[in-house]
């Protein structure tokens, strides 16, 4: 079973920026899918970035297109989360997940089968 291990989560005013990181205890296929979700308090957990460890294919959620770039370390076994002009309502718990390409234009939470322990941000206005 792969560990995932988020970390870099924290504070900030609104418009800044945090980078979150997601180390892999395992080195992902080229066909892995490494993402990221969040949950707000009180709302049910949603997808906000995804790659394809061997390609350049991302994919976003509308609201973060623009602001996070999701990113990977081959020689770390990393996955980043840059998120720049935070809003407050991107305060959430952020998890690290990896799973399976299935080449589908979309990416769901049924696309992953492991998960981190997570990291909070927030946002204040």
């Known amino acids: 079973q792969v560990e995932l291990v988020e970390s870099g989560g924290g504070l900030v005013q609104a418009g800044g920026s945090l980078r979150l990181s997601c180390a892999v205890s395992r080195r992902p296929y080229s066909n892995y899918l490494m993402g990221w979700f969040r949950q707000a308090h009180g709302k049910e957990r949603e997808f906000v970035a995804a790659?394809?460890?061997?390609?350049?294919?991302?994919y976003y959620e509308d609201s973060v297109k623009g602001r996070f770039t999701i990113s990977r370390d081959n020689a770390k076994n990393m996955a980043d989360l840059q998120m720049n002009i935070l809003k407050p309502e991107d305060t959430a718990v952020y998890y690290c997940a990896q799973g399976y390409s299935s080449g589908r234009a979309v990416v769901t939470s049924a696309d992953f089968s492991s998960w981190g322990q997570g990291t909070q941000v927030t946002v204040s206005s």
């Open positions: 790659l394809i460890w061997g390609t350049e294919r991302t």
